[in-house]
Every structure is written in structure tokens, then in C-alpha cells.
């Protein structure tokens, strides 16, 4: 799923997906964004993965000290340069979420939303392990997927993208049970509260799991000082 992010769903395409999403979409998005707006302070060095041309960053900034964005997609990236603009508190890099090159401890909180746990096809082990590494001690570590109330709205988005042909046609067969499979390749699945909880348990941490606007599962942990 990295490469279909970087070869095909990225720039301009991505922000098209998103300027065709319903008006529940637009307040499922809204709503996450307000969410995380809620657990940033003014000072803090926030780091977002996943952050494709800049959408949820640029708001970010609007209360933290610095966002630094990181994204495989250079073509995003380029955007979200552009429409941040000069003067931004934004830094947009172009780096794999479970290989970063920043240093251990640097972060106040690391964000990852809009399903990215799932939509990046990665091993979501390694993604929150390498989320933990690079949030400081008592830093914060945010992730978002979709809540399963949410499963009609999300099927009637992704349907939509795909007649806009931002997306393969999807695989109907296929489709279901929380996710959505285009027959180009692309997949699209999403956690249940018993499997965030699940993952966090594996490195002892305890989870805060809040369902927001029955469209995100928010899932929270606090980095201690022996992680």
C-alpha cells in the first residue's frame, strides 16, 4: 500500500478523493481533526505520519509550536509545501513512518489519523513501536481508524473515488467485514477496540479508546520512561 500511495494516490489525486467525500465525510474528517486539536498544546513539537499534501497538518498548526510532516509520496509532500506556503510552522519530509531518522525522544506527540494504522500496509506493531521511539517520555501517541458505525458512509466514499478512477473498481466479492478492496490492488481495513487494545497491550501500555461522531476509534497512549 506504500507504493499505491506513492505511484498513484498522491498529490493532487489524494486532494481530489477528498473534495468528492459526502458532507458525513467532510464531518467525520472535521470531527477527527477537532479531536486531535483538543490534546495539542501550544509548545508542542508534533510529528504526523502519514500526512499526505498537508490537510489535518496545516490545522494542526494552528495551536501546536511546530508540525513536522512525513509522508513516502513526494508529489504530496510538494503540495502540501506549496499551499502551507512561507512562514509556516510545518516542515514536510519525505520518510517511511517505520524507519524514521529522527532521533529517540524528540517528539511531544506523534499523530497518526485517518486510518493510516491500516492505510499504509505496514505492520501495525512496527508502526507504533517506531511511534513510541521518537515521542518523548510522557509524549503522546494519537491513532485514529474507523469506527465500524461508520462502515456505510466510508463504503459510499471509496465508491465514489473509485468512479472518479482515483481508485481501481472495487471488488465486491471481496469487499466487506471493514474492508474495501479495489481490483488494482489497493485495500483499505480498519481496528476494532478489542484490537488496539490488543496492540497496545504488547508493549504494557494502557490504552484510552474514544469513539468519536460513530465515525473514528481514537486510540491514545502516554509514552512512560522505560519505553
Known amino acids: 500500500m506504500t507504493d499505491y500511495y506513492a505511484q498513484r494516490l498522491s498529490g ?3 486532494q481530489k478523493c477528498y473534495e468528492l467525500a459526502t458532507s458525513r465525510v467532510h464531518q467525520y474528517l472535521e470531527n477527527e481533526i477537532l479531536h486531535v486539536l483538543g490534546r495539542l498544546g501550544t509548545g508542542d513539537v508534533v510529528l504526523e505520519l502519514g500526512c499526505g499534501y498537508g490537510r489535518a497538518a496545516m490545522r494542526f498548526a494552528e495551536c501546536a509550536g511546530k508540525i513536522v510532516g512525513i509522508d513516502v509520496a513526494e508529489e504530496s509532500l510538494s503540495l502540501a509545501r506549496m499551499l502551507c506556503g512561507s512562514g509556516s510552522r510545518c516542515e514536510f519530509l519525505q520518510m517511511d513512518a517505520c524507519h524514521m531518522t529522527f532521533d529517540d525522544d ?3 506527540v506523534v499523530i497518526c489519523i485517518q486510518n493510516g494504522i491500516c492505510a499504509f500496509g505496514v505492520p501495525h506493531v512496527e508502526l507504533l513501536r517506531e511511534a513510541l ?4 517520555p510522557g509524549g503522546k501517541i494519537v491513532l ?4 465500524e458505525a461508520f462502515w456505510p458512509e466510508r463504503l459510499i466514499w471509496f465508491e465514489l473515488q473509485s468512479a472518479a ?12 467485514g471493514g474492508v474495501i478492496v479495489c481490483k488494482d490492488g489497493f485495500r483499505s481495513g480498519a481496528l476494532t477496540r478489542h484490537q488496539l487494545q490488543a496492540l497496545c497491550a504488547r508493549f504494557e501500555l494502557e490504552a484510552e479508546i474514544t469513539e468519536v461522531d ?3 476509534l481514537f486510540c491514545e497512549v502516554i509514552k512512560p520512561a522505560a519505553v
Open 12 to 14: 493532487r489525486r489524494l
Open 133 to 136: 521511539r521518537v515521542a518523548k
Open 165 to 176: 478512477e482515483l481508485l481501481g473498481p472495487i471488488d465486491i466479492a471481496a469487499t466487506g
Open 214 to 216: 460513530r465515525s473514528s
Open 144 to 147: 485514529s481508524t474507523y469506527s
Open 106 to 108: 524528540t517528539f511531544d
